[in-house]
Every structure is written in C-alpha cells, then in structure tokens.
C-alpha cells in the first residue's frame, strides 16, 4: 500500500521541441485524411489535443504547416534512398539496384499518412507554397537517384514513373479492393508482383 505522505512524482512537462512534434505528427494524421482544403487548423488542433489559437502561434499559418508535413514525407523518401544508396557502389544495369530502391520506397509508403500527404501535396500544386515544395522535392529525388546510381536520364524517369504509379495504386487502395476491376487489378500485380498481391481476384 503506498504512502500517502510520500511526494507525488511530478509530471514531466513536454519540451517546445517535442510538443512541435506532437503537432507536426497530429498534422500528418489529419491532412492525409482531409488533405490541405479540407483541413483547418482547428482540426489539427483537435487531432493533436491543443488549442487553434496555439498551433496557430506555433506554425503561423496552415500552408506553413502543411509545407512541413509535406517536407517530411519527401525527407523521408529520401532518407530511405540514402540507407540504400550507402551501400554502393551500385550498378545502374543491375536490376538488384532498383530492387533495393523500389523495396526502401515500397516499405515507406506502406505508411498511408505518409502516402497520402505526399499524394495531396502533389493535388495542391496550385497553391504557390506547397507547389514549389513539391517540384523541389521532386527535383531532388530526382537529383538524389541520378547522382547516387549514375544512372541515365531516362532510367530515373522509369524508377520514379513507376513510384508514383505505386502511389496512385495504393492511394486508391486497389491492393484492398482486387474485385472492383480486373483489369485495375491485373495492373496491380504487374506493379507490386505476385508476393504481394494475389493472382486470381476474388
């Protein structure tokens, strides 16, 4: 039984650094379910358990925020790659590279928040702040495979054409739904492969 004139522990209070993540994190959740209409900050408020007026005080404005969250979808992409690209030197030519790429990506994007934030960041491009984030981000991943591959021009173009058509598959959620068009799913297969997608809808 416990003492009840022994001190209390005291609660341990969050750091400003920490409590930007919780936002950041809670920001993450409900933007990849609303995405940047459809999301006020008064949601992202709700989401990380504070008040509007403090995330407001905290991040300025909502494109500021969501050009954040945006910035971390991209920053760990190409985290991923780097992990990948660390253990070259790798052979452009050699299928295995892009095995290993595409298997760093696929294991990222398992992530929906993440998936769908980068997803509605590409669908807000009109919006200056978060179109210039996402041709940047883009550009650098771009950058990013070229230089750590050696790999041509074109190669790159067909590594990140065939991502973002991951992207669309799983946005859409055709891994879940293989009895909804077998066409979309025969597409499906040939994307993600037979490991991970069955052969015979239904």
């Known amino acids: 039984m416990s003492d009840p004139s022994a001190p209390k522990p005291r609660a341990t209070r969050m750091d400003a650094a920490d409590r930007r993540e919780l936002v ?14 459809g999301t006020s900050t008064d949601a992202v408020a709700k989401e990380a358990g504070v008040s509007q007026p403090y995330v407001v005080r905290m991040f300025g404005t ?14 760990g992409i190409m985290a991923a790659f780097d992990a990948v690209l660390a253990a070259g030197p790798l052979d452009p030519d ?14 990222l ?10 997803m509605h960041g590409f669908g807000a491009g009109s919006v200056p702040e978060i179109g210039r984030a996402a041709r940047e981000g883009m550009g650098a ?17 067909q590594f990140i054409a065939h991502g973002m058509l991951l992207n669309v598959l799983m946005s859409m959620q ?27 809808p239904g």
Not at 109 to 118: G, I, P, S, T
Not at 141 to 157: K, L
Not at 177 to 197: I, K, Q, R
Request: aromatic share 8%; charged share 25%; with cysteine.
């Open 24 to 37: 950041l994190d809670a920001a993450m959740r409900a933007f990849a379910r609303g995405g940047y209409a």
């Open 62 to 75: 909502k494109v500021e925020l969501f050009r954040l969250v945006f910035q971390r979808s991209v920053d």
């Open 94 to 107: 050699d299928d295995s590279t892009w095995a290993n790429l595409g298997s760093a990506y696929a294991d």
């Open 109 to 118: 994007v398992a992530d929906r928040d993440l998936l769908m934030v980068m």
């Open 141 to 157: 991943i771009y950058g990013q495979i070229r230089a750590g591959t050696g790999c041509s021009e074109d190669q790159a173009r």
């Open 174 to 200: 055709a891994l879940e739904h293989p009895n909804d068009s077998a066409g979309l799913h025969e597409m499906t297969v040939c994307a993600f492969g037979t490991n991970l997608v069955p052969a015979d």
